[in-house]
């Protein structure tokens, strides 16, 4: 859907990164995109193809991670791996399932290349 | 298309894309640095939403694929309700004034947002239809969102229930095949039932089944905006929402659709993991 914004944000993102730790250049961003987060990785990864360039992260490569749908059931009591489209309760059949992972959208990790390590430093 | 494209960017939000150097914060959340421009958004919505209430005006958010029956159901609406409720319609659509005129022909107040190549409607395009209509005039809008399964469901436009149409005219299977779109119905209406004598392979059974499977208990209601059955069940539904959406706001409370009620706040975390790698260091190499 939206995912070229969503790239255009996340480029911003990694500029202010690069201004805060006084870094160079990003090297790799890791994200978790979920299948229901409404946002494709194939299309996410296009995008940031396109998004990236003359930016901080020309170079950048891009990870995504498409953490399975999870779902926690009130009537049993237990959490389950699921699809995207079969929410319910594999173990009890229950409709009334909270749905506890698969819409994550989250920057979880970025590289960031230095002059120094600032951690050594 | 939205991927390449950027029909995305509308004249409600591509004051976002413009660098904005002072308004970085930074320490956001991860959820909050890719939300970046939903949350913008959902800020709108919030304001859109607000304003609204002031007026006790219920807005009633229609989804579906392009040619499901969305104007013609509230044509028969219109009709049906000969002036009880006092109704406006906000139309989304890429060109044109037809779905406007439309409703514009039967006396009831209606703004047409055409969005040019966005697939969506936003909260931003929607306050400026607000601008445009006596609120304090109203008991209930409805906002026609642009034909589209996919992102129209990603975004909050202030209103208080999201309604998503399946015509008999395409598969019965729509719900597990669109699982987000599906999953934000607070009601799933099936429309064009008039059709169903000759199109014997669409099961209304094994649609509402597509619904369940999304842990939905949102309820399911066959009708026909042309020869009117099930129309009572849907102005029914419609009397219901007003009565507790009332209620709920001499309480000082609002309602929000069922789905985006959950929140995005669920995967608030406390930041990016950092690493540094020298220069010279290139992923390519690595």
């Known amino acids: 859907m939206h995912e070229l914004s969503l790239c255009q944000n996340l480029i911003d993102q990694l500029n202010a990164l690069v201004r805060q730790h006084g870094a160079l250049a990003v090297s790799r961003v890791e994200v978790q995109a979920g299948p229901l987060s409404g946002v494709e990785p194939q299309l996410l990864e296009t995008a940031f193809l396109m998004a990236r360039e003359g930016t901080v992260a020309a170079n950048a490569e891009l990870f995504i991670e498409s953490p399975a749908p999870r779902v926690a059931c009130p009537d049993c009591g237990t959490e389950s791996t699921v699809t995207a489209n079969n929410l319910t309760c594999p173990q009890c059949g229950s409709v009334d399932t909270t749905l506890t992972g698969g819409h994550e959208l989250i920057l979880a990790r970025v590289e960031l290349i230095s002059e120094q390590d600032p951690q050594t430093s | ?286």
Request: glycine share 8%; hydrophobic share 40%.
């Open chain 2, 1 to 286: 298309m939205c991927n390449t494209c950027g029909c995305n960017v509308t004249d409600g939000n591509r004051h976002l894309l413009a660098p904005a150097p002072n308004q970085r914060v930074l320490g956001n959340s991860p959820a909050r640095i890719l939300n970046g421009l939903l949350e913008h958004n959902d800020r709108q919505a919030g304001l859109n939403r607000a304003r609204l209430a002031a007026e006790g005006v219920l807005t009633i958010n229609l989804m579906s694929s392009p040619g499901s029956g969305k104007t013609a159901l509230l044509e028969a609406t219109i009709r049906q309700l000969g002036g009880r409720l006092r109704v406006a319609v906000i139309e989304g659509d890429l060109e044109t004034e037809n779905d406007a005129d439309r409703i514009r022909a039967l006396g009831i107040p209606a703004h047409q947002i055409t969005t040019g190549t966005a697939c969506h409607l936003d909260a931003h395009l929607v306050q400026g239809a607000l601008d445009r209509l006596d609120l304090s005039k109203l008991d209930v809008l409805f906002i026609e969102n642009v034909g589209n399964l996919v992102c129209p469901a990603s975004f909050d436009l202030g209103h208080h229930r999201n309604v998503t149409l399946l015509s008999v005219t395409e598969g019965d299977d729509k719900p597990a095949k669109y699982p987000v779109m599906f999953r934000a119905a607070d009601l799933m209406l099936l429309t064009k039932t008039d059709l169903l004598p000759y199109l014997t392979e669409f099961s209304p059974e094994r649609a509402e089944d597509c619904l369940r499977k999304l842990a939905s208990r949102s309820p399911v209601m066959p009708v026909s905006a042309k020869t009117g059955d099930g129309m009572a069940d849907w102005l029914d539904w419609l009397d219901g929402e007003v009565d507790h959406y009332r209620q709920l706001r001499q309480s000082g409370a609002t309602q929000r659709p069922r789905v985006q009620s959950e929140g995005r706040t669920l995967h608030a975390t406390t930041g990016p993991e950092i690493v540094f790698k020298p220069v010279g260091f290139s992923p390519l190499s690595a």
